[in-house]
């Protein structure tokens, strides 16, 4: 079991082919073959190539091919093309949400248990490296991060529209989901502008993250048709819509981007990874975002895995690779250089994440906060339809916000779709 998260291009993309058995082909892109070099698949948009480097600069005698193949959605896709054909990297970063169609193959895979992986299976969140557990016992990935939540905001808006500022304050205003749309409602009655990006990721895929059932029930059943807890998200997200506090900008579009900038929202999901994308984006707001307790107070959107396929060249040393990079001394050095939230608790308390504050959200206590929100988080089980379920119900609100679709039939829509991506 395991709470995930949609990378940024699966909130706007989602299709996968089903698995193919590996064959027998070469190994493209290899290392160079001498055994300590490797080739190394990863998404873009997450500075894989600082990680390499860094890794590089303390093994000089090692050459890491790295391939940054595109959103994570193209990269799981590049990957069951791959696999198909026997020409596999060695190394390959999966995301979490992709991750359960290639554990139901773990024989594409080879077992990390096999080079030490069981030994230090117990580094890390129960619930997060279970996800990466074959049935027969694989382990078939090694987590790399996982993406507790919070609420980034506007400091200069909230006063501007007479809301509090403090981030304790703040937090105190939403305890629950209806509570922050009931917020952005004083929000846009004061200030006549949208209060949050879009209902779809920053209100569906928050509160539909925090429940201990999604799409699957704990057997591997599909029960996304019945699941309370997301009946419960899609509604909310139609509640905001129709409370007008939305900017109907997708997250990770243009318009989103060249909206943080502008103020044109005052509120946006803020899982730790996405700090990184405020920064870059907003670069002029320094100073003017600080982060609250997420609605609900506990929740994940995030989450990736390393795996090394079966016929891959190098695995000795795509595992030296993981086995530095991912325990928890190489997580704590990887959170202080880039934000990806530890996947390994012992360091939780370590001052380097404990007392790290970030001066680009009002010097909110940041390690703490993404910490905590991780604390009595009642895993879910993830399917291997759970993306494409998931980007169906982002599709049918995106349609009411944005292409004028009528939220009474939406439910509907959004099951239908389903049932049609996935042939269930």
Not at 378 to 395: H, K, M, T, V
Request: hydrophobic content about 40%.
């Amino acid at each position: 079991m395991a709470s995930g998260r949609l990378g940024s291009a699966s909130v706007l993309l989602a299709v996968l082919l089903p698995l193919a058995t590996v064959g027998c082909a070469n190994v493209s892109d290899p290392g160079s073959g001498d055994g300590r070099s490797f080739a190394f698949w990863s998404f873009s948009g997450i500075n894989q190539a600082a990680a390499v480097e860094e890794y590089e600069a303390a093994h000089p005698d090692v050459d890491v091919k790295l391939t940054e193949v595109g959103s994570s959605v193209e990269t799981a896709q590049s990957l069951v093309t791959a696999l198909a054909s026997g020409k596999v990297p060695d190394l390959v970063l999966i995301q979490g949400d992709d991750l359960p169609r290639f554990v139901d193959q773990p024989q594409n895979f080879l077992d990390l248990g096999d080079f030490g992986g069981d030994a230090i299976a117990g580094d890390y969140l129960d619930w997060v490296i279970a996800q990466s557990r074959a049935e027969d016992g694989t382990l078939v990935g090694v987590p790399t991060d996982v993406g507790g939540m919070a609420v980034a905001y506007r400091t200069d808006l909230f006063e501007a529209a007479g809301l509090p500022t403090d981030r304790e304050e703040v937090g105190r205003l939403w305890p629950t989901w209806e509570d922050f749309i009931e917020t952005g409602r004083r929000y846009t009655e004061a200030t006549g502008r949208a209060f949050t990006d879009n209902a779809a990721t920053s209100i569906f895929y928050q509160a539909v993250n925090q429940g201990d059932q999604k799409y699957y029930d704990d057997s591997g059943a599909l029960v996304y048709r019945s699941s309370p807890p997301v009946e419960e998200a899609f509604q909310l997200a139609l509640d905001a819509i129709d409370a007008g506090i939305t900017a109907g900008q997708s997250s990770f579009t243009e318009p989103w981007s060249a909206g943080m900038q502008q103020g044109s929202y005052a509120a946006v999901a803020a899982p730790s990874w996405m700090l990184e994308s405020v920064r870059s984006n907003a670069p002029d707001t320094e100073g003017a975002w600080d982060l609250a307790t997420i609605p609900g107070g506990a929740g994940n959107w995030g989450g990736s895995y390393l795996a090394i396929p079966a016929n891959a060249e190098n695995p000795e040393a795509a595992w030296d690779y993981i086995a530095e990079t991912q325990s928890p001394q190489g997580q704590l050095d990887h959170f202080t250089d880039s934000g990806a939230l530890p996947t390994t608790p012992q360091v939780y308390e370590d001052e380097r994440l404990a007392g790290l504050t970030d001066p680009f959200f009002s010097d909110a206590p940041v390690g703490r906060i993404y910490t905590d929100s991780l604390i009595g988080l009642q895993p879910f089980r993830i399917g291997p339809d759970s993306a494409i379920i998931g980007q169906e119900f982002l599709n049918a609100l995106i349609h009411v916000e944005q292409g004028g679709g009528d939220p009474a039939d939406a439910w509907d829509n959004a099951l239908d779709n389903i049932r049609i991506a996935i042939g269930e």
